[in-house]
């Protein structure tokens, strides 16, 4: 998270000015998950130790909080910039971006319960039930609602904007399936370590990946505008 923190700020200045709060919000992405990743890395220190060839419970609670206030920020975040590096009509821009972050903070708030409870408990089925109708509703909005919205992008654009949304189908997907992760895993331990390994890799792809993806199309757009501008002025 780190590195791409400074590869976004380095990359920065070349994206023209009209396209840089895409880019900027990447960047804080990138900076909100580099410090909740710290914590959650001491948090992990904390709560477990190596003792004759395993790891054991040193009695301090392992804090899953601090990944789901890093997705309360981020995830509208992420969804904000795709929307804004399209550079759509105001009024589509604001409603877009409006259904996404509410559905994004339910699925968000009503997703935590669930993962607090025990493996077996009826809440965490519930609650994890309750998360995927608003996640299925972000869904909608971006195939359905966004899809309308990208006939006035360029082919490259569009083609790009596609891949993104097929990623997000498939990594976010991964989120859903690492939840499951400790009612489907007997070994309480395994499960955990499935569930955190799948939170960070789904993490790695979905910010400073999907960043860079951003990033491509700031840049095309740049070429694009930098290449019709002589044209505009000799008209
Ligand atoms: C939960 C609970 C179970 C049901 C569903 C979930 C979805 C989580 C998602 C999280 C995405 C996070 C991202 C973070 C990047 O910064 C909450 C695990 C559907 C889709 C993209």
Redesign the pocket.
């Known amino acids: 998270m780190g590195a791409a923190l400074l590869f976004f700020i380095l990359m920065r200045n070349q994206v023209a000015r009209s396209h840089q709060t895409a880019v900027n919000i990447t960047s804080v992405v990138v900076l909100i998950a580099l410090y909740h990743y710290l914590r959650i890395f001491n948090s992990w220190s904390d709560a477990f130790t190596f003792v004759d060839g395993s790891y054991i419970q040193k009695g301090a609670p392992f804090n899953e909080g601090y990944r789901y206030v890093d997705?309360l920020l981020?995830?509208p975040l992420?969804l904000a910039e795709l929307v804004i590096v399209l550079k759509l009509a105001k009024s589509t821009t604001r409603s877009l971006i409006t259904k996404l972050s509410i559905a994004a903070i339910a699925?968000?708030l009503l997703?935590y319960p669930?993962e607090l409870s025990a493996a077996d408990s009826s809440t965490r089925t519930i609650f994890?039930i309750l998360?995927?109708l608003p996640?299925l509703y972000l869904l909608f909005v971006l195939f359905v609602e966004l899809g309308k919205s990208l006939d006035r992008q360029s082919d490259q654009v569009r083609k790009i904007v596609n891949g993104l949304r097929f990623m997000i189908l498939i990594i976010?997907g991964v989120?859903?399936l690492a939840?499951i992760a400790p009612s489907v895993i007997s070994d309480e331990a395994t499960a955990e370590v499935v569930r955190q390994v799948g939170y960070s890799l789904a993490?790695i792809l979905?910010?400073p990946l999907f960043g860079l993806f951003i990033l491509a199309i700031a840049l095309i757009k740049t070429q694009d505008e930098a290449g019709s501008l002589p044209e505009t002025a000799s008209a």
């Open positions: 997705w981020t995830v992420l699925m968000i997703g669930g994890g998360s995927t996640f976010w989120y859903p939840y993490d979905a910010k």
